[in-house]
């Protein structure tokens, strides 16, 4: 059975930092990407960011130059580095893992963006 856990939400000031963190295992097929997506109250679930299995990066335009996707395949874990969060960043956080065979979901991580 494969599992996805996220860490390190919770609330941050505007301007602040804070990193995600998606842990799998399991009986994983062949990993071809990693990444992040959100959802804010009352939006759609919206792409964030991936990596490949290559390590090749991907972001959302909007977020370029203060979200940072990054891997480590000795922890089977998948990062995602917030810096100078905006009110705007408040959402659910999930983490997306890709196989050869199918696509698995963690439960999402709630980020509370508030002075």
């Known amino acids: 059975q494969v599992q996805l856990v996220e860490s390190g939400g919770g609330l941050v000031q505007p301007g602040g930092s804070l990193r995600l963190s998606c842990a799998f295992s399991g009986s994983i097929a062949t990993i071809y990407v990693l990444g992040w997506y959100r959802q804010a109250p009352g939006k759609q679930r919206e792409f964030v960011a991936t990596?490949?299995?290559?390590?090749?990066?991907n972001y959302a335009d909007s977020l370029k130059g203060r979200f940072t996707v990054s891997r480590d395949n000795t922890k089977n874990t998948v990062y995602l580095q917030m810096n100078n969060v905006i009110t705007e960043d408040t959402a659910v956080y999930y983490c997306?893992?890709?196989?050869?065979?199918?696509?698995?979901w963690g439960k999402g991580i709630l980020v509370t963006v508030s002075s």
């Open positions: 990596i490949t299995s290559g390590g090749a990066t």
């Open positions: 997306k893992v890709g196989t050869s065979a199918r696509i698995y």
